[in-house]
């Protein structure tokens, strides 16, 4: 306990004292418990002054979360002389009822399909030298109701077959030349784009930030969009039936425009010349194709990196498409940068597994909003403790952390109902003993360990 209060020492001018004193408990019970992490679980193993009244006042009180997301990661988690991408992805929570704040229909990943639950975009630094991610905001989906029939309106349209109708060959009578810069932006990306906004003003100049890495469902034009006008590069993926056409290097016809598009990539037999790297895995081969390409929707050039896998027995070959708004990046790194991206799935993996992001039983916007952040919260929170714990326990997971701080909760109990306290001696060798039960690794003895 007295470790987490210091822990939290960098987040005390930016709460009250009571909700400080009241993570403080809500933290020392999620580390011990065991169980689903809901309110009611909380209590149980908050022990004295935890109890379901005090949980259930901090989980109804406004927290300024991304405020302390940023002041402890700066304490305790950054590191100035390593360097940081920005990243960013949505997790869906599978929640059942009619009630609960921002119930939808989302489309789950490890589901495959959609499902009626709750949606969060987060936002995350990622350390590319620890590969390590840490969780900088998080904001609940919500649609509304114009963004929802939008969406209906397009799948229908989509399930729907247009009958064949016979097109005029030319152009269009009345139709107008479009600027390719002149996008409107979709509700999502107004959302995600305020999220960043204000997560880049709040650090300031700290963290000299380049790029932010995005799935390939923001491998589009307006992503792109979005993301220069908040002064940063993407890192995305294109869709695999993407139309890239080198630049025209041929010479002018003499009248006319100059032509800009030239011969359009075959991903099955890309040019020589843009091979960068071939390794062989088994029957796998795999080649890192390097290109400078246009895209028609694009008003830019790319910075593309194809990756070709072929099974040299079948012939049989896929490919990815990875693509950056930075001319100047190199291929390794825009490879590395974009792989790096999957760390913040780590985390939504450790909140649901860990800390309760599936657990958790709110239906008001202030008890959702809280559950979830504090699910993200308690992910940073046990990094920071890893860090300290792996300059002389190395192999400490977060299964070893929880074993550690419910063998501290059952000597504190314990202790408590002895009619005399025991020697430190005996004290710290009953500690070591009940904190080794529930580990998965064992833990390595300290020098000054009795």
């Known amino acids: ?36 992490v ?36 700066r304490q305790h988690l950054y590191r100035p002389d390593d360097v940081y991408i ?23 990943g490890v589901f495959g399909r959609v499902i009626p639950g709750l949606a969060f975009f987060s936002l995350a630094l990622v350390n590319t030298k620890k590969r390590r991610s840490s969780q900088l905001r998080i904001e609940q989906v919500v649609r509304s109701e114009e963004e929802k029939a939008a969406n209906r309106a397009k799948t229908v349209a989509k399930q729907t077959p247009k009958p064949a109708e016979p097109r005029k060959p030319g152009r269009p009578k009345g139709s107008k030349n479009k600027a390719a810069t002149e996008i409107t932006l979709s509700p999502e990306l107004l959302r995600i784009q305020a999220m960043l906004e204000a997560q880049l003003k709040l650090m300031g100049k700290l963290i000299p930030l380049t790029y932010l890495a995005l799935d390939g469902h923001f491998g589009n034009r307006f992503a ?10 993407l890192i995305s993926k294109l869709r695999s039936d993407s139309a890239l056409y080198l630049p025209y ?37 795999t080649r890192m194709y ?9 008003s830019q050039p790319l910075n593309v990196v194809v990756i070709l896998k072929t099974h040299l027995q079948t012939q049989a070959y896929a490919h990815v498409t990875l693509f950056s ?18 760390q913040i799935e780590f985390n939504f993996r450790d909140a649901k597994q860990y800390w309760g992001l599936e657990d958790f039983m709110n239906v008001s916007e202030t008890a959702v909003t809280n559950a979830a952040n504090l699910s993200l919260f308690m992910v940073n929170f046990s990094q920071g403790l890893l860090r300290n714990l792996h300059d002389t326990d190395p192999d400490c997971s977060v299964l070893d952390l929880k074993a550690h701080y419910r063998g501290a909760k059952y000597v504190t109990e314990t202790i408590k109902m002895l009619p005399e306290k025991p020697e430190p001696v005996l004290l710290a060798r009953i500690f070591s003993k009940l904190a080794a039960l529930g580990r998965i690794h064992v833990a390595q003895p300290t020098p000054n360990s009795p």
């Open 1 to 36: 306990m007295p470790d987490i209060v210091a822990r939290l020492e960098c987040i005390e001018s930016l709460v009250t004292a009571t909700t400080l004193r009241q993570l403080s408990r809500i933290i020392a019970a999620v580390l011990a418990m065991t169980g689903r």
């Open 38 to 73: 809901t309110m009611l679980g909380i209590s149980r193993w908050a022990g004295e002054g935890g109890s379901y009244r005090t949980v259930q006042r901090f989980f109804y009180t406004v927290v300024p979360w991304a405020t302390l997301f940023w002041a402890f990661f």
């Open 86 to 108: 920005m990243v960013g992805d949505e997790v869906v929570v599978s929640k059942a009822g009619h009630h609960t704040h921002g119930l939808d229909r989302f489309f789950a």
């Open 224 to 233: 792109l969009h979005m993301v220069q006008q908040c002064k940063l590069h």
């Open 249 to 285: 290097t041929g010479p002018y016809k003499g009248r006319g425009p100059h032509r800009k598009y030239g011969d359009k990539l075959d991903y099955q037999n890309l040019p020589v010349e843009y091979l960068k790297q071939t390794t062989v895995d088994g029957q796998i081969e």
């Open 290 to 298: 390097h290109i400078r390409c246009l895209h028609r929707e694009f």
């Open 325 to 342: 708004s930075d001319l100047t990046l190199a291929y390794d790194k825009l490879v590395d940068y974009y792989c790096l991206r999957f």
